[in-house]
């Protein structure tokens, strides 16, 4: 390498590092607050320069034309981020089901930091299934599908191709709704557990006047309900890491 290819490469990287930087930020598990900056940013350098000759190509621009090269830093940056926010509503299905899941076992009161919500507090069930499905995502090898994702990416969108608003809102939309469905069935048998239980406190506390009904509900639906999930929580993972795999399946090239 010559001393005047060294604008051309550092096009070619800055361009290539905008998309895999912004991915490798918002995706989750990789671009958790938790995580050292220094190896999510080493992490996004080495994918960056193993992605680089294969992009190479693709990319005409010359480093002098200022306008085209912003023009298509910017582009690269919503590609990325398009991809990593996809993947990170993905996992909003568990705050979802964490939330019904809390609500139904009288636990919405407790709630603790959430390391992947910036900090945010949430319900202690629901930061404990994302943290649960964080791991899974890595134990299942689903980071590697992430990864190819980001190669498969420059064949679909190309450098420069800007993604339609129409193609992109739709895709957004679809994981929202996903997410929320996803969500909604993992939590459903803490729903029907809440509308039973309660249908029969309340035939008892009609029959029983004199009963703390109170005083007997809340510690039996915290007993019941964490049995019920320590009995199905690997179904009911099972099921996000289905939807997971499918949401991030969406950017391969089959």
Do not use: C, W
């Amino acid at each position: 390498m010559t001393i005047r290819l060294l604008p051309e490469f550092a096009l070619l990287f800055m361009l290539v590092f905008a998309r895999v930087g912004t991915l490798v930020m918002l995706m989750p598990g990789i671009g958790e607050r938790a995580i050292l900056s220094r190896a999510r940013l080493g992490l996004g350098v080495l994918t960056a320069l193993i992605i680089v000759p294969i992009v190479k190509p693709m990319v005409n621009a010359s480093p002098s034309d200022i306008p085209v090269v912003l023009n298509l830093l910017f582009i690269e940056l919503i590609i990325g981020g398009m991809i990593g926010i996809s993947a990170r509503l993905a996992l909003s299905a568990l705050q979802t089901a964490g939330v019904i899941v809390a609500n139904q076992l009288a636990m919405s009161y407790a709630q603790t930091i959430d390391p992947t919500q910036a900090g945010q507090q949430n319900a202690t069930f629901g930061n404990f299934m994302s943290m649960l499905g964080i791991a899974l995502i890595f134990a299942m090898d689903l980071h590697h599908i992430a990864l190819t994702a980001i190669f498969d990416s420059y064949k679909i969108f190309a450098p420069g191709q800007m993604p339609l608003a129409s193609d992109a809102s739709t895709l957004v939309l679809n994981i929202i709704s996903g997410a929320f469905k996803t969500g909604v069935q993992i939590s459903a048998p803490f729903l029907v557990f809440g509308l039973v239980f309660n249908a029969g406190l309340g035939v008892l506390a009609r029959m029983m006047p004199a009963l703390q009904v109170f005083n007997l509900a809340m510690p039996a639906t915290m007993m019941l309900g964490t049995l019920i999930f320590i009995a199905i929580m690997g179904g009911m993972m099972s099921t996000f890491i289905k939807f997971m795999e499918s949401t991030l399946a969406q950017f391969l090239v089959r």
